[in-house]
Structure formats: structure tokens, C-alpha cells
């Protein structure tokens, strides 16, 4: 989303000349001792916000929310399902900002902030409650490093915008593919206890890591859904959709883990290719 209107930060201030200080303080109000002053009256904010956009970030922010309450109380999951949901709710608001022509400042930073709540906290909330409390101290270590890993993936991308490919997993992916993991193994009532402790740390770890990566992967937002596609394409969505209300958690561990594996596998293969490509002998012309 494209930022247009103002930050809600303080008033800016600017000093008073010297004239200014020594007649406040020689007057008798202590309240004009001070040697700033407000430079004007606020703007930007004023104006509004773009209801829609905002509403559908709402959503995701509450979702996230939710799914950190629901792993607090060992409901762990609704608390997976809770941010699928705000992944889903977080792919479209940018989308229904762009199609309405809503984008705005206070947008980005609202679903910056929504996305630090439901793909960083939460997920780490999660999998300390699933698995990690289980590892003591070392537990409560990844799940941070996990969180701030999400917390410097969404500065970088705020600071520099992915548009073709994604540098780094998304934080939406890699939540997605740790909710998932916790609700597959939920749902068909596998062991845990510490035997899984140390496997979930490590793809805690790993998905912290890819998110802080220079890795390429691919962006979403280069699939266009205004132009025409071949009716194969057509009939892959439909077979995934069955797929995915037979057995939700199932495929969607499946998507998010054939995604998370594209980046590394990509890069190694453009590895390769670089270096079975012939040097390029200069001439002597």
C-alpha cells in the first residue's frame, strides 16, 4: 500500500529565540518557563482513515490476538487456525486497497503493526506452548529469536519494498507453515513431550533464519487475477480447493512447506547454473 497521510506522532516543537526565554521567565506563570513551543497544529491524521482496508487489517490483527490467548491456554489449535486466518485476512487487505484505491500511510503502518502481532508473537507464543516450554530457558530463546526475526523481516520490507520476488520468507509464510505444523500434529493426536522439542526448535530456527535471508522467493503479488489464464490453471485451483476442505491442515503444511523449500532450492539451482556457464574470454582486438 502506498503511503499518503500523516504519522500520529507528537507535536513537532521549535526552541524560542532568547527574547522569548527571558521575558517567560521573568513572568510569573511557570508554565511559559519551558524553552520549546509547538511549531503548529497537527494535520494528516484528521483527515481519516479509509474504513475498508483498515477493517479487513482489523481482522488479522484480531486473529493474531486471539491465536496468542488460545496458545496461553493450551488451545493450541484454534490458535493455529487463528493465524491462518489472519494470513488469509492479511493477503487481502493490500489487495483491497489497491483494487479500491484506498492505500494510505496510516494503512501500511496498521498492517505492519497487525503483522508483527499475528506472525511474530503469535507463532512463537505457539510453538513455546506446543513444544519449546519444554526446553526451559533454551525454549523461551528460540521463541524470541524467532519473534525478532519476524520483526526485522517487516522493518526491512517497510524500509525497502519487495515487488518482483520477496528477498527472505515472508513472515506470513513462515507463520503459516509453524500453525499448520502445530495443527497437523494436533489434530491426529501425535506424541510430544520432549522427544519433538528439539526438531520443532530447529525449524523454528530455520524459518527465523529464511526470514532475515537474502533468498529469493517468489511474490504473490506478480499473479494476476484481472487477465486470462490457460483452463488447466483453472482446473489446478479447483482440484487444490477440494484438496484443501478435505483436509485443511494437511495441504496447506504441504503448500507451506513446498514454498518455504522453493527459495533455498532456487538459489542452489541459479548456483549451479552460474557455474556451468563458460567464462567469458576477453579478445585481444
Not at 490458535?79 to 501500511?108: C, H, K, P, W, Y
Not at 490457460?230 to 484438496?243: D, E, G, H, N, T
Amino acid at each position: 500500500m502506498v503511503n499518503t497521510e500523516g504519522s500520529e506522532g507528537t507535536d513537532p516543537v521549535i526552541p524560542l529565540n532568547a527574547a522569548s526565554r527571558q521575558s517567560d521567565s521573568d513572568g510569573d506563570d511557570p508554565l511559559h518557563c519551558d524553552d520549546v513551543a509547538p511549531s503548529g497544529e497537527r494535520a494528516g491524521i484528521r483527515r481519516g482513515i479509509y474504513l475498508l482496508p483498515n477493517l479487513v487489517t482489523t481482522g488479522a490483527l484480531f486473529s493474531g490476538f486471539y491465536a496468542i490467548i488460545a496458545a496461553m491456554t493450551d488451545r493450541l489449535e484454534s490458535a493455529a487456525i487463528a493465524i491462518v486466518i489472519a494470513g488469509f485476512l492479511d493477503a487481502l487487505d493490500g489487495r483491497i486497497a489497491r483494487m479500491t484505491n484506498t492505500q494510505s500511510e496510516f494503512g501500511v503502518q496498521y498492517d505492519s503493526l497487525s503483522d508483527l502481532v499475528a506472525f511474530g508473537v503469535a507463532p512463537a507464543v505457539l510453538m513455546f506452548s506446543f513444544s519449546l516450554s519444554e526446553l526451559d530457558k533454551f525454549g523461551w530463546t528460540v521463541a524470541f529469536i524467532y519473534m525478532a526475526c519476524a520483526a526485522l523481516r517487516l522493518a526491512r520490507f517497510n524500509t525497502k519494498p519487495d515487488n518482483a520476488v520477496f528477498f527472505g520468507l515472508a513472515s506470513p509464510a513462515a507463520a503459516g507453515t509453524t500453525a499448520t505444523c502445530v495443527w497437523v500434529w494436533v489434530d491426529n493426536d501425535l506424541a510430544g513431550g520432549m522427544e519433538i522439542g528439539l526438531p520443532m526448535a530447529a525449524m523454528t530456527v530455520v524459518l527465523a533464519l529464511l526470514m532475515v535471508s537474502n533468498i529469493r522467493y517468489f511474490s504473490p503479488k506478480q499473479i494476476d487475477l484481472k487477465g486470462r489464464v490457460s483452463f488447466f490453471y483453472m482446473l489446478i485451483v479447483i482440484v487444490l480447493f477440494a484438496f484443501i476442505f478435505a483436509y485443511p491442515p494437511g495441504l496447506l503444511l504441504m503448500i507451506g512447506v513446498l514454498y518455504t523449500a522453493s527459495g533455498p532450492i532456487d538459489a542452489i539451482r541459479r548456483r549451479i547454473t552460474r557455474r556451468k556457464r563458460p567464462p567469458v574470454i576477453a579478445s585481444d582486438d
